[in-house]
């Protein structure tokens, strides 16, 4: 399809067990976002790619967090050690634009239950 | 510290009315953008509207527009003759310069038939 693909769309997994979560933009989209949403909330920011470079990670909770896009297209966050906390759905998204004009085009998200 | 400031965890309006979604927004950069998206109990996040900061008209997008004062950094989203359908969670969003794009809580609109 031409819209922003994550996958899996459903994780179970257990405490301390490592996880990756893949995101495949829109084509020609250079800046690629993670978000984390928990249940009620808004999405919390993680981490925003322009390219392949990591233009911000400010929001990555600690180091057991790490997201890579290694070509400038898909991208793959991935959580070590993991825990009961990181239980959230966990979004990607794209926009073609640099600067602030450009809306985000969002996947369905990646649920991430950690038991 | 929080930039986007939506103040209403929930709001009703009645089949047809017009409702109006708060939201407020804090930033010392002068090049910044607002967005609002809608995102129904199946998850998705649907964008519905964009104002730049340099705008001078609000954006008007059908049913949906965008009051847009920016003097009191306020961004609300007006939603003319409500549909059963506009039930959702609404997010109001900002991005500044060339940096990420943060979101406020939401408000979670429920329309009566």
């Known amino acids: 399809g031409a819209g922003v693909s994550q996958t899996p769309s459903n994780k179970v997994t257990e405490k301390g067990k490592y996880v990756e979560l893949r995101c495949d933009p829109i084509s020609g989209h250079t800046a690629l976002y993670w978000y984390r949403q928990s249940l009620g909330q808004g999405p919390e920011f993680l981490i925003y790619?322009?390219?392949?470079?990591?233009?911000?990670d400010s929001g990555l909770p600690n180091d057991r967090f790490f997201a890579v896009r290694p070509e400038g297209s898909v991208s793959t966050l991935k959580i070590q050690r993991t825990e009961r906390g990181d239980s959230a759905v966990y979004l990607c998204?794209?926009?073609?634009?640099?600067?602030?004009?450009?809306?985000?085009?969002f996947g369905e998200g990646s649920r991430l239950t950690v038991l | 510290a929080q930039k986007i400031t939506q103040t209403q965890p929930g709001m009703f309006v009645q089949e047809k009315e017009a409702v109006t979604l708060d939201c407020t927004y804090d930033?010392?950069?002068?090049?910044?953008?607002l967005f609002w998206y809608k995102q129904p109990s199946s998850g998705e996040m649907i964008f519905l509207i964009y104002?730049?900061?340099?705008?001078?008209q609000n954006a008007t997008e059908g049913r949906y527009s965008l009051n847009f004062q920016k003097a009191r950094k306020s961004a609300n989203l007006v939603i003319s003759a409500s549909q059963l359908g506009d039930s959702a969670m609404y997010f109001c969003a900002m991005r500044e310069g060339f940096n990420n794009m943060r979101f406020g809580a939401g408000t979670r609109l429920t329309v009566k038939p």
């Open positions: 998204a794209s926009s073609r634009s640099r600067d602030n004009t450009g809306e985000l085009f």
């Open positions: 104002q730049g900061s340099y705008d001078q």
């Open positions: 790619f322009q390219g392949t470079g990591a233009a911000d």
């Open positions: 930033t010392s950069d002068p090049s910044y953008g």
